[in-house]
């Protein structure tokens, strides 16, 4: 670590002093100032360290995956975790992600941080600290002062409905994994069995749904906007639904005979 720090110091130092291509001519009244600012610059470099070492604990604290990070850029990301890579001339999706990434055909791969410094040709301290303001992360640094709050940016309709859409995409996927654990989970063990009304529910929505979720990734940009604004109130609804299930309500544990919002059907619901 020290012949780095050397290193790094004498540039500093030529760089404050405009020595030059001369490192050599330094008046020796000021060796006790040189020590000063080798001072300095060892406190500075560690404190850079530490606010970086900060802001990548609470990242990975708070568990930003790179799908996460991928999907606030922009990134779209089919029902099975692959994308086109943003990173190469892609045509078909190649890029597998996660909570980290790994692209089949240039070979990039990484976690969150890995992803935001290649897409935006940023170091990993910069990119860290990006994840951190988009996504409300707190941390603090080495004098243990909090970031400034993150700045609420007036959204253009064009930003607007990128949000409402990704949104969409996210909730209508999640339901349907729901409807495809349903339909296993539910189906009838007898030839003669009573039909749980879940798994009814998964072989009514299952294929509608995978065909919103196919619009939303390949149809033109009227096609898009025109469900998102026809679906989004029952998105919503799905979105409430899903939060039930996840807290263990009975809504998702199969006793939900169709009360509850659950009982829509195609028409009504999407």
């Avoid at 909570?99 to 940023?122: Q, S």
Wanted: hydrophobic share 35%; charged share 30%.
């Amino acid at each position: 670590m020290q012949p780095y720090l050397y290193r790094q110091f004498l540039d500093f130092w030529l760089n404050e002093n405009d020595c030059g291509h001369c490192p050599l001519i330094i008046d020796l009244h000021s060796v006790k100032a040189v020590m000063n600012l080798f001072d300095r610059f060892v406190a500075a470099f560690f404190a850079c360290m530490e606010v970086s070492m900060n802001v990548f604990e609470a990242i990975r604290e708070n568990g930003i995956t790179a799908r996460q990070a991928a999907e606030h850029c922009g990134i779209k990301i089919n029902r099975s975790g692959m994308a086109v890579c943003p990173f190469h001339k892609d045509k078909n999706p190649s890029m597998k992600i996660d909570n980290r990434y790994y692209c089949f055909g240039c070979g990039e791969k990484g976690d969150a941080i890995d992803f935001v410094a290649k897409y935006y040709g940023l170091g990993k301290k910069e990119a860290a600290l990006r994840i951190a303001s988009d996504f409300g992360i707190s941390f603090e640094d080495n004098r243990g002062r909090k970031p400034p709050p993150k700045r609420k940016r007036k959204l253009s309709p064009e930003q607007r409905f990128e949000r409402a859409e990704k949104k969409c995409f996210r909730v209508l996927s999640d339901y349907l994994c729901c409807l495809r654990q349903w339909k296993e989970q539910y189906a009838p063990q007898e030839p003669d069995g009573e039909w749980n009304p879940l798994f009814c529910e998964a072989l009514e929505k299952k294929g509608y749904i995978e065909y919103l979720l196919d619009v939303l990734l390949y149809a033109p940009l009227s096609e898009r906007v025109q469900l998102v604004a026809d679906y989004g109130e029952e998105v919503l609804k799905i979105e409430r639904r899903l939060e039930q299930c996840a807290a263990g309500a009975e809504g998702g544990t199969g006793k939900d005979n169709g009360e509850n919002g659950a009982g829509v059907t195609a028409g009504n619901m999407v």
